[in-house]
């Protein structure tokens, strides 16, 4: 058999060293990858049967190659499923273009970042050379306006420091992809803890302009980094937007998603003074004032398309257009920021927009013969073979379908899936694997961080995900939370459909991920239980032993 894979990221080493493992005598595995060095795992310590930590670490390519594992050093500018090949380009100091054939092919081309508006300031953060360029711009910087809530904005928004930070998030509380509003409130007590404790007690100030949890504009200086794991070196070619591109690359190359101490290339400073706009929406970024109060004007005018109306809907106090002339809106900026929140519509300036609203799957200069889900992604079922029976995708360029017949699971583009696909991809292009309906490999969503240094573990539906359409009454949460502030704090919320466990966040030092993986798996009802199923004196991995 004749393996390609596609790709130096997670998904993608992850499934070629997998080939490789399972590989006949005679089989051949090559893996192209534009950058000269690629991304792994390593230190894989299991937690339970289905939770896993590692470290993601950058390795050079030459390392990785083994006898029965080819690294070609180039940009795939086609792919041809007649003739199951795919036309490699040469990337800077690679080898001259080649054509490769394949028995099997796996696409683990990765994702890149959404780009909220085209305007010279607003910046996406992919690879090391959009962060060195980010950092770079950084300096001379007075004020950067982050949009997003996802882990990228969590973690940037954490790690800036020297400037003024406004947070734009749509969501009434932080880290919404990950944290219900009590988690999160944990993490903010964490913050402001952290902050002190770097200050030397001097003490965080907040900004309660908004009140409580829901709503709550407020200042704080976040700390630590989610991941730990090896430094990140060079990942290669430019991020969204940058450098040339070979043909059917859209004019747009992108290195592998960045490793874990990405925000070490950030310049060092005092904390940055962040201020949290919630329920925030930005309809644009501009060149000059006077260009984003006519946005806002525009967004109310009957013309306007919906998403614009919808927006500007937020706010319920009408006109105030930039007019009202605050703090974030005097002076002179580089970019102006539309944006629509609870208060009125505003304009600020700004001299940077992170634009951390999410990634699409990188997928536009494969063939249209490979059916696309609508986000884009390749589409694939729990086999993850695309709609060629020769080629299979994984990790952040697919889009797994047919997720209802999983009740635990669901996709989101992480590490832990990058690589629970690569192996799963190659388990069965090898055949090892009954690759028909459900796979045990998505049989439950689990994935292990860290915030604020602290381990966090997500097991199941761990936020409600898939439970919309249950009645309400039926779905209850309990939490609990130990030693607030103290080293040893921690953080444990559940979630329960009709008396069954269904998914669960645990921060800190928790030992429950096995008890909880196998109370969502088993579908005990401990419903009876009630909060006391958080009671810290209860052992109830002995109970539900
Ligand atoms: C700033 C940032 C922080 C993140 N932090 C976390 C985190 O803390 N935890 C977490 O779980 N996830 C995090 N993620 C998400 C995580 O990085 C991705 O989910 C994961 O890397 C996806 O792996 P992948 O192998 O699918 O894709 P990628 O890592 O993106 O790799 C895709 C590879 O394909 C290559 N490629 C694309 N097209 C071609 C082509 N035509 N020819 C040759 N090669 C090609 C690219 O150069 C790249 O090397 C973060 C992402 C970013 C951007």
Redo the contacts with the bound molecule.
Sequence with gaps: MRYVV???????VCCAEELCRLAAPGDEVAL????PVL?GVSNVVRLAKYVEEFTVVERDAEAVATPNLRVVRG??AGVDPASKTVRVAPADGGPPPAELAYDALCI????R?KVLSHHERVVT??DTESVQDFAARLAGAHRVVVVGNG??AL?LVGEVRGVEVVWALRHAHIGDAFFDADAAQFLLGELTAAQRARRGGEGAQQDERQGGPEGQGSEAQCAER??SGAAAGSSGRGGGGGGGAPAG?GGRR?????G?K?SDALPHGAPANVRIERHATVLGVYGTRAEAVAALAYADSPWAPAAAAGAAAVDGSGGGSGGGGSELDRGEWPAWVALAGPEGRTVMGADLVVSAIGVEP?TE?LPACLERAPDGGLSVRADLRTSDPSIWA????CTLRGEEQAPHFFQM????Q?RLMGLWAAQVMAGRQEDSGLSFAFELFT?V?RFLGKKVVFVGLYNGQKLGTQPRGDVVTYSRTLDAGGPGSTFVRVLLLRGRMQGAVLIGDTDLEETFENLILDGLDVGGYGPALLDPNIELDHVFD
Aim: net charge positive; charged share 15%; hydrophobic share 45%.
């Design positions: 596609i790709g130096g990221g997670i998904g993608g192209v990858s534009a950058s991304k940009w795939v683990c081309a990765g994702a970042p953060l992919r882990g990228i973690e989610r991941e690359q992108l290195g592998a998603a960045l874990p990405w990188a200069w994984a990790g952040d360029c583009r992480l590490w832990t990058a994935h961080t």
